[in-house]
């Protein structure tokens, strides 16, 4: 768009020497030429606007961006994985819960979160991937470390063994 803005001056200052050669030749005249040297003064100095353009934006003391506070926290959380040397990679968590309830799900999926952590020290991951909510646990790299963790899981908490299984994920890992 902003190239379009740039061209606009040059555009009119091409017509009226462009329907003065076409009503010259309507005429029967020769054609005057156009003069190339004014033409190419104007749109060297189009091209000096045009590469300072982005610095009259940051300049323009009315602009307010506004966002949601989210993103900073997200954009925030990336720093600070970062950071802390966290790279997220292909891997591999077991998922202990996943509903479509309209009504339980999430909150049984915050409850469920709530008791894992009293019992473990684990990564624990609630996930909305519409319609469903689910439960994830862990960072693993392997298969083999994931289902050894669901084996454990499973022991501790036997009335979860039925729901537990070991899904393909992105894991953060140090």
């Given at each position: 768009?902003?190239?379009?803005?740039?061209?606009?001056?040059?555009?009119?200052?091409?017509?009226?020497?462009e329907?003065?050669r076409?009503?010259a030749?309507a005429?029967?005249a020769t054609?005057?030429?156009?003069d190339?040297?004014?033409?190419?003064?104007?749109t060297?100095?189009?091209?000096?606007?045009?590469?300072?353009?982005?610095?009259?934006?940051?300049?323009?003391?009315?602009?307010?961006?506004e966002q949601?506070?989210?993103?900073?926290?997200?954009?925030e959380?990336?720093?600070?994985?970062?950071?802390r040397?966290?790279?997220?990679v292909?891997g591999?968590?077991?998922?202990?819960?996943s509903?479509?309830?309209?009504q339980?799900?999430?909150?049984?999926?915050?409850?469920?979160?709530?008791?894992?952590?009293?019992v473990?020290?684990?990564s624990?991951?609630?996930?909305?991937?519409?319609p469903?909510?689910?439960?994830?646990?862990?960072?693993?790299?392997?298969?083999?470390?994931?289902a050894?963790?669901r084996?454990?899981?499973?022991q501790?908490?036997p009335?979860?063994a039925d729901?537990?299984y070991?899904?393909?994920?992105?894991?953060?890992?140090?």
């Amino acid at each position: 768009m902003k190239r379009f803005l740039v061209y606009i001056p040059v555009l009119l200052l091409m017509l009226p020497a462009e329907s003065a050669r076409g009503q010259a030749v309507a005429e029967g005249a020769t054609a005057s030429p156009v003069d190339t040297a004014a033409l190419t003064a104007v749109t060297d100095s189009l091209a000096s606007l045009v590469l300072s353009y982005p610095q009259i934006l940051i300049d323009m003391p009315n602009v307010h961006v506004e966002q949601d506070s989210l993103i900073t926290l997200l954009m925030e959380e990336k720093i600070a994985g970062i950071e802390r040397g966290e790279q997220e990679v292909a891997g591999f968590r077991v998922q202990i819960y996943s509903s479509n309830h309209p009504q339980r799900a999430k909150s049984e999926a915050l409850q469920l979160e709530q008791r894992i952590k009293q019992v473990l020290p684990v990564s624990v991951y609630v996930i909305y991937a519409s319609p469903s909510w689910k439960v994830r646990l862990g960072d693993f790299r392997t298969e083999a470390e994931a289902a050894e963790f669901r084996d454990s899981i499973k022991q501790l908490f036997p009335d979860l063994a039925d729901y537990t299984y070991i899904v393909r994920d992105q894991v953060k890992i140090r």
